[in-house]
């Protein structure tokens, strides 16, 4: 296989397409050595078949707002891969959405999920929707409309949706409601759930704690302790609320967080009580970042990222390409010595051989945020054997599973000077099962 040759061949068949593009670059790029040991890949066209996704669902969706007009949407599925279990991955709702963003997110998720050790092939989906501004009637109607074809396509054997960005509790919910009222069943479709009806404890906090956890493992490789560390966090959503709230709890300090209009830079840190209100303030009365500044009479700052604050540590939790180049050189001039993925895709390549370049701890995100996938394959487990486990139970499962996949990146990642190039090592682990698995089952 030669890398370059491959993405121009992607690139010219799927030309509108960048985000994909990106993603499949990087992979490639690192496995190639790895895929070029094994001449049997190569005469079962394993690369193409693993690129390219088993099949893309396109949808119109139609639902009437609260002023009684009828608004029309996109829908999609990416089912990209279920060799090693049925389709699994998030829902985005935001107006960005497009099927290139799905498709790239759809492939990060078939190696994330080959990580996580849980039987879960790879899948994503959304909407160019954006809950943002909308009643919850109408989030509603847009939701129950949505399921009416996306439910004829998954299944607990199947494919088994869940939250991404713009998509929490609320989404999941009426979506669940929704799937009961046409099938007549009550399946595990969807992760993510309320408590009352099948979620799993530690499922919204499992993605930021999963993050935390695997930093923590990536210092110990330096000897560093995350106490008193100076952290930066973007985003505030769902990742970005539990990564506060664990390095709270582990003792380190946070000063910013950020929405899509701006960021605060809190010096004295986010605390306790401040990260109740910043909850209070997204998930309930889903306000603006700024309002944490005119509360706690702090430094906002409009239309910019937080990456030029100093700080020891720097984790990404809200969307793909949000750190590029200038930012990335920003952060080692300031001396950070370890970024972490919450979100998906948040450094851009130019950004990555910065951090790279200066021999930083580094981990992509399909590593570093598999907790919230490997929660949601626990929360399936659950809903299959019918039981609940304890909060202390799936916390201690969620542990074991970031530890087995630092380990894992230290394995296939560890270069000749011993630094561990946390990239290198999640694509290779995460490939070669999911490679293996497609070599076992011939060519379908
Ligand atoms: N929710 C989960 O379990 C998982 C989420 N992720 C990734 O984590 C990231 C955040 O997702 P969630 O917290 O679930 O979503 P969310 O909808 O709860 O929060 C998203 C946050 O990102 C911000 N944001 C969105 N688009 C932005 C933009 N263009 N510029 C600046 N800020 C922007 C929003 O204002 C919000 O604070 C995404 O990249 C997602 O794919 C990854 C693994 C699992
Ligand atoms: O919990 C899930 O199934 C999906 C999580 C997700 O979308 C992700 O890992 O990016």
Request: glycine share 10%; hydrophobic share 35%; proline share 4%.
């Amino acid at each position: 296989m030669n890398a370059v040759k491959v993405v121009e061949t992607l690139k010219q068949r799927f030309p509108n397409e960048p985000e994909y593009i990106q993603a499949v670059t990087q992979v490639l790029g690192t496995i190639e050595e790895e895929y070029n040991k094994h001449p049997e890949f190569d005469r079962a066209n394993l690369i193409e078949r693993l690129c390219i996704p088993d099949r893309v669902i396109e949808f119109r969706v139609s639902w009437v707002d609260d002023k009684g007009n009828v608004q029309t949407n996109m829908g999609y599925r990416v089912q990209h891969n279920n060799v090693i279990g049925p389709y699994k991955g998030g829902l985005r709702f935001h107006k960005s959405v497009n099927l290139g963003i799905l498709k790239f997110l759809a492939f990060e998720q078939t190696f994330k999920n080959s990580l996580t050790t849980l039987p879960m092939g790879g899948g994503k989906g959304g909407s160019d929707f954006s809950p943002r501004g909308k009643s919850d009637a109408e989030v509603m109607r847009f939701c129950q409309a949505f399921m009416t074809e996306l439910y004829r396509h998954i299944g607990p054997d199947e494919d088994v949706p869940a939250g991404d960005i713009g998509v929490g509790g609320r989404e999941v919910a009426y979506m669940f409601g929704m799937y009961k009222k046409l099938t007549h069943q009550w399946n595990g479709i969807l992760t993510g759930k309320g408590l009352e009806f099948g979620g799993s404890l530690i499922r919204p906090e499992a993605t930021g704690y999963g993050n935390v956890y695997f930093l923590v493992n990536m210092l110990k490789t330096r000897n560093i302790d995350i106490k008193g560390k100076t952290v930066l966090v973007s985003g505030s959503g769902n990742v970005a609320q539990y990564t506060i709230e664990k390095c709270i709890e582990l003792g380190a300090k946070v000063v910013t967080c950020s929405d899509s209009d701006g960021y605060i830079y809190d010096p004295d840190g986010i605390t306790r009580e401040k990260l109740d209100y910043i909850m209070e303030l997204k998930n309930i009365e889903r306000g603006r970042i700024r309002e944490y500044a005119e509360e706690y009479g702090v430094k906002y700052v409009e239309g910019a990222k937080p990456w030029f604050e100093k700080a020891d540590i720097a984790l990404p939790s809200a969307t793909q390409n949000e750190i590029n180049e200038e930012a990335a050189k920003a952060l080692v001039a300031n001396g950070v010595i370890a970024v972490s993925e919450g979100a998906n895709m948040p450094t851009t390549p130019e950004a990555i051989k910065v951090f790279q370049d200066a021999k930083i701890l580094y981990s992509p995100g399909k590593a570093a945020n598999a907790g919230g996938v490997a929660v949601s394959g626990l929360e399936m487990t659950q809903n299959s054997e019918r039981l609940s486990w304890s909060r202390e139970e799936v916390d201690a499962k969620l542990h074991d599973i970031m530890n087995d996949i630092h380990a894992n990146c230290v394995k296939y990642g560890t270069e000749a000077d011993g630094y561990i190039n946390y990239v290198k090592g999640a694509n290779v682990a995460g490939f070669l099962k999911v490679a293996k698995a497609m070599m076992a089952q011939g060519i379908v």
